[in-house]
DNA sequence: ATAGAACCTCCAGTGACTGTAGAAGCAAGG
DNA sequence: CCTTGCTTCTACAGTCACTGGAGGTTCTAT
């Protein structure tokens, strides 16, 4: 399970591609833990670090606040809380995240549109503008 | 088609959910034209500013840089620039919007499932990180 | 033993807004 | 017509989330 399990901060950094100084800013933040440190004040990470950053940059690169993020995390870090904050946690997100799906969904059907009418060598009349603004597929 | 064809910039905020400095910060950014002025000097806005605007807003939302938008704005603004170019644009987001789709999915997917297991009055053990961490449903 | 890479802390800079100060414009009531 | 109050204007400082650099230490490898 374990196959790296006890890396310095530029090996974590490779493995999720993150800055070096991005990590410690997040370490900063509390968004991840205080890793244990060697003798000399290095910091030592392991496969749980890997994921749970993994997870930060994630949610940052599909939109969420770095605040977000950190009450996504919360759900990992207290799974016994009281069922009514993990609840209320999740649902906030839900809708936000369906419509962010169906946004991405309408602007990558119209690229796809672009892409194929190149092909014919046709120049699309662009709609690109449309496809986050028209009011289709609304799931709600 | 014009329901309101010639706004200051107040409304063009509200219809948008944006900040009306926001507006102002886009339009030196080159991100948002140059509007028409009042001979007082305020800024004239029309419908196309409001879908300009609107997917602008959903791109950043949606995690995309303002450069990246840019860019895919570049593909609305001008239809009938070399299909090489407009293809090369398409398809260079693609690849990251199938990305994003699907990890929305997975994280969506746990948090429903979090909210289920709160229903049942079980305490989910929580596996959110593993929704944007393991390679299930890879597309590639 | 020493060159070079990786690490440390601290702090300044960037991208993308967001808020505020101070002045001018405009619409409505008295 | 005048004042009260809201909107807009420019300009600039502040915030959030990083990103990069200076100056110094530690580790690794020859």
Partial sequence: MAYQDRMPIG???????????????????????????????????????????????????????LNTVRKMLALADHPYQSCKAVDGIAREQIAAIDQKITDLTNLRGELDRIIKACENGIVADCKILDALTLPTMRLA
Same sequence: chains 1, 2.
């Fill in 11 to 65: 090996e974590l950094a490779r493995l999720t591609g993150t800055k070096v100084n991005t990590i410690r800013f997040y370490e900063t933040e509390g968004v991840l833990h205080q890793p244990l440190r060697t003798a000399a004040g290095r910091r030592v990470y392991n496969d749980a670090d890997v994921r749970r950053l993994t997870f930060v940059r994630k949610g940052r690169d599909l939109g969420f606040s």
